[in-house]
């Protein structure tokens, strides 16, 4: 069997699919290392595969983005891409648009040579890397090593064509669909960063590794064998990139595990009092947006009598600690997989992973996009009749109550089906079709 290092960025909302597909390839009899910044090896130690210390950028969230230790400049940039949430979805990708700008390509040269010394050292046969981490495939490219790629989001993230632009969603869910002018803006600053990006990794190759193929478009660099999509393949997506097996796997969560004693417990006391309870999570990233937060839990509390709440509030926590109650629980985070099993609807921001985890569980959900693909995701959500989705900057009193009803009648009945058809993929899908696909390690010259 192979030997492979699994790459992650040092993100708790990659990092955890990526550590349960090592799990998966490592449970189908692979030697798998889980290479991740040091904050991340307990996730190594869960899927019991090999950890590797290694940090690919300096960004990180370790599972509450505000309060994740780092850099002056990186937590400045992340208070404005918040602020920018609040100002509209174009605005938000504008903003996202102008710090790729800063940081395209933070320390290249480090993560050639800390990928170099991995290979050196483990001699994998291939390696797995997050689409997202341009480096690390970048180096991979450079130093002509076999890789498959994970797409953590939306698909899409694999640019499908000439047209296709990274950071411009391919559709729009309909109460967020901009104006001609705001797209033709947001795609004029996508255009500029994909000139500017694959200039870099054109400069980068050619002083590197001349001996290697320069990338056409950077954005557009991906496995030449393999793409794994933590995605379910819906017939209207744009057709990918012709050359790589595309492995749509649905979802990348792990076996169901049941609730600690402690939340079994706030779970029974809700259920005493009520006869729903809505999970609201807007991911480790967004949950800093408590004026939405409170918006929603307030609206469910005025306009929801059976209904209670569980929040995951992030670091505001405090911010919203008024709100909490017998019909509302108020954490920093929550076991938002096992929470699940034990709710009757979500609502969330539209992350690959609270999208493919609803579905993958049968919970309807009420999508409340800010930023990055949630845009894409929310309108498939919308097409495939899945979740039901609002502009979370214009929620008026009433808006999330009459949703959540609309869901149990519009929506529920057809969870079911989309359950069984997840679960007939995941993590071992993948794990058994990467391992078919991916070549071995070609000796050496």
């Known amino acids: 069997m192979p030997r492979i290092v699994v790459v992650s960025p040092p993100f708790a909302s990659h990092a955890a699919p990526l550590s349960v597909l090592a799990a998966a390839l490592g449970a189908r009899g692979a030697e798998v290392y889980f290479a991740c910044a040091p904050a991340f090896e307990e996730l190594a130690v869960r899927a019991d595969v090999g950890f590797v210390p290694l940090t690919v950028t300096r960004n990180a969230n370790t599972g509450v983005a505000e309060a994740t230790e780092q850099a002056a400049d990186e937590a400045a940039r992340l208070a404005e891409f918040v602020q920018a949430t609040g100002k509209g979805a174009v605005e938000a990708l504008v903003t996202q648009a102008r710090h790729r700008q800063a940081d395209m390509l933070a320390d290249p040269d480090g993560v050639h040579a800390a990928l170099r010394a991995v290979d050196e050292r483990l001699r994998p046969d291939w390696f797995v890397v ?12 450079c130093l002509r090593l076999a890789y498959a790629t994970f797409c953590p989001g939306h698909p899409t ?3 499908s064509g000439p047209g296709a632009l990274f950071g411009v969603p391919y559709d729009w869910p309909d109460v967020l669909r901009p104006e001609p002018s705001q797209l033709a803006g947001l795609r004029s600053v996508a255009e500029t ?7 870099l990794f054109t400069a980068f190759v050619n002083g590197r590794a001349p001996q290697a193929p320069v990338p056409r478009r950077a954005f557009a660099l991906t496995s030449p064998s393999a793409v794994v999509y933590a995605y379910p393949e819906v017939p209207w997506l744009p057709a990918p990139p012709h050359g790589p097996a595309h492995l749509f796997a649905g979802h990348m969560t792990g076996p169901a595990e049941p609730l600690s004693a402690e939340w079994a417990r706030r779970m029974e006391l809700l259920r005493a009092r009520s006869e729903r309870v809505v999970l609201v999570a807007l991911g480790t990233f967004l949950s800093a947006r408590d004026d939405v937060l409170r918006a929603v839990v307030s609206d469910v509390l005025e306009g929801c009598a059976d209904t209670a709440v569980v929040v995951a509030a992030g670091d505001r926590t405090g911010a919203l600690a008024d709100l909490a109650g017998e019909r509302v629980v108020v954490r920093p985070t929550v076991p938002q997989q096992r929470l699940l099993g034990h709710v009757d609807a979500m609502v969330h921001h539209g992350g690959g992973n609270s999208f493919t985890e609803c579905l993958r569980a049968g919970v309807p959900a ?22 039901l989705v609002l502009d979370p900057n214009a929620l008026a009193r009433g808006d999330v109550a009459k949703a959540l009803g609309a869901l149990d009648v ?3 009945p057809r969870m079911a089906r ?3 058809e997840l679960g007939r993929r995941g993590p071992g899908w993948a794990a058994r079709h990467l391992l078919a696909t991916m070549p071995g390690r070609a000796p050496a010259p």
Do not use: C, K, M
């Open 130 to 141: 997050d689409q997202l981490s341009y480096p690390v495939t970048l180096a991979l490219h």
């Open 157 to 159: 993230y694999v640019l």
């Open 193 to 199: 960063n994909d000139r500017l990006f694959t200039e």
């Open 366 to 387: 009420l999508i409340l996009p800010l930023s990055s693909d949630q845009f894409a995701i929310a309108r498939d959500a919308e097409r495939a009749g899945v979740g």
């Open 410 to 412: 519009n929506v529920r």
């Open 418 to 420: 989309w359950a069984r």
